[in-house]
């Protein structure tokens, strides 16, 4: 089936689509616009860009969101508000509303992915989130199948029960097949999360576990060929910081 379906009564053969198109799937013959066959990326630009409205999307919601420039948000906040962001590992027991856990998921879902797979999926631990805690400290405590690194960290620290989720309300597993596409969507329901008052620490030595435990793979079942790339341990924060950390000089350069 045809992806995007153009309007002709509504189409005035501007072009907009057709240069926007980041596959060549459009092109205009008689002052409207036609699809090519194959190739059509789905990323919707031709349905955002048409001043007319002409464009629908087959399988796809169509609502008429209107958009929010980022220009409309201060850089200067939104840098400082960035460089404030801190890693969360103290929470406090108050549950996260179901609203705000669904902000974070659209944030999410409304990340960049490498040929728009949107191929991101997000699986909340919510029922299951003490027995896969209490599958990765076992794996800890024993240490006998854990990488070097990880075991130095076992031995060193005495790995308490809430030692993965620092005993936050809400664990949201990232997987994909890409490791980029889900730290992008990962660091946007940051962002988000952030924005919403709450905290935020990714819990990779969770991640390591699922490597190491079938059985913890089969608890999380994710989508085929999905490899959990993150893991957002998140909740209200029982931390505040007073300033903003140092960092690293940059490392830049102009070619
Ligand atoms: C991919 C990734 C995995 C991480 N895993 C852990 C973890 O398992 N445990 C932990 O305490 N912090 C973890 N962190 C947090 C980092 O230690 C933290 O980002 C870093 O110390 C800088 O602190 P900041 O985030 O407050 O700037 C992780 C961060 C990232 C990006």
Redesign the pocket.
């Known amino acids: 089936m045809d992806p995007i379906l153009v309007n002709e009564e509504k189409c005035v053969g501007c072009e907009l689509c057709v240069k926007d198109c980041p596959s060549s799937y459009l092109y205009i013959e008689n002052g409207k616009a036609h699809t090519n066959k194959g190739g059509c990326l789905e990323c919707g630009h031709c349905y955002a860009v048409c001043p007319q409205g002409a464009i629908t999307m087959a399988g796809y919601d169509c609502p008429e969101e209107a958009v929010f420039p980022m220009t409309e948000i201060s850089s200067d906040k939104l840098l400082a508000a960035m460089k404030s ?3 969360v ?1 103290q929470f406090t027991d108050q549950a996260v509303e179901e609203e705000k856990i669904q902000k974070i998921l659209e944030a999410g879902r409304y990340s960049p992915t490498g040929g728009n797979s949107q191929n991101v999926s997000y699986t909340i631990l919510g029922s299951r989130q003490a027995e896969a805690e209490s599958l990765c400290v076992e794996l800890f405590r024993k240490g006998t199948s854990l990488p070097r690194r990880m075991k130095s960290v076992s031995e060193r620290f005495n790995i308490p029960d809430n030692f993965f989720f620092k005993g936050a309300p809400l664990v949201i597993v990232v997987s994909s097949r890409s490791t980029v596409d889900a730290g992008l969507a990962s660091s946007y329901m940051e962002l988000m999360a952030e924005s919403l008052g709450l905290g935020v ?6 991640v390591m576990c699922t490597r190491l435990s079938r059985k913890l793979r089969r608890l999380l079942s994710l989508p085929k060929g999905h490899k959990a790339m ?1 893991c957002m341990v998140i909740g209200y924060p029982a931390v505040k910081y007073q300033r903003i ?1 140092p960092r690293k000089p940059l490392k830049s350069k102009m070619l």
Do not use: E
Not at 201 to 206: A, D, V
């Open positions: 962001r801190r890693t590992r620490l990714y819990s990779g030595f969770f993150t950390v």
